[in-house]
């Protein structure tokens, strides 16, 4: 399986961006996906994560209630909405796949797969 990420950008603290994951490869539907971001001199952190149904989503308390994680199975993809962004939001953002985990999990460890990343920049 593949990941690419992208929709990255520089913006403004206050705006908002949508990064999107496609997957390609051996897909399958059931893949938990999160993202995670590395800011720089940071260890990546979790961001967010959604069950392979869509049914089920948990979130970091710094971006839950401004970043909404969503996927559509038909196309592969899933994305992370990320409204009122803040300067701290600023890093490398991941996506990963997890498949067959009983929950979805926010550990690095639980996800088998891993996009190359897609830099956020907000200034302040």
């Known amino acids: 399986v593949q990941l690419q990420a992208s929709g990255g950008g520089l913006v403004q603290a206050g705006d908002s961006l949508r990064l999107s994951c496609a997957a390609s490869?051996?897909?399958?539907?059931?893949?938990?996906m999160a993202w995670f971001r590395q800011a720089p001199g940071k260890e990546r952190e979790f961001v967010a994560a959604?069950?392979?149904?869509?049914?089920?989503?948990v979130y970091a308390d710094s971006v839950k209630g401004r970043f909404t994680i969503s996927r559509d199975n038909a196309k592969n993809t899933v994305y992370l909405q990320m409204n009122t962004l803040k300067p701290e939001d600023t890093g490398n953002y991941y996506c990963?796949?997890?498949?067959?985990?009983?929950?979805?999990?926010?550990?690095?460890?639980?996800?088998?797969?891993w996009g190359q990343g897609t830099q956020v920049t907000v200034s302040s």
């Open positions: 990963a796949a997890a498949y067959g985990r009983i929950a979805v999990s926010r550990s690095q460890s639980a996800y088998d797969y």
């Open positions: 490869g051996r897909t399958r539907s059931m893949y938990d």
């Open positions: 959604i069950r392979w149904t869509g049914g089920s989503t």
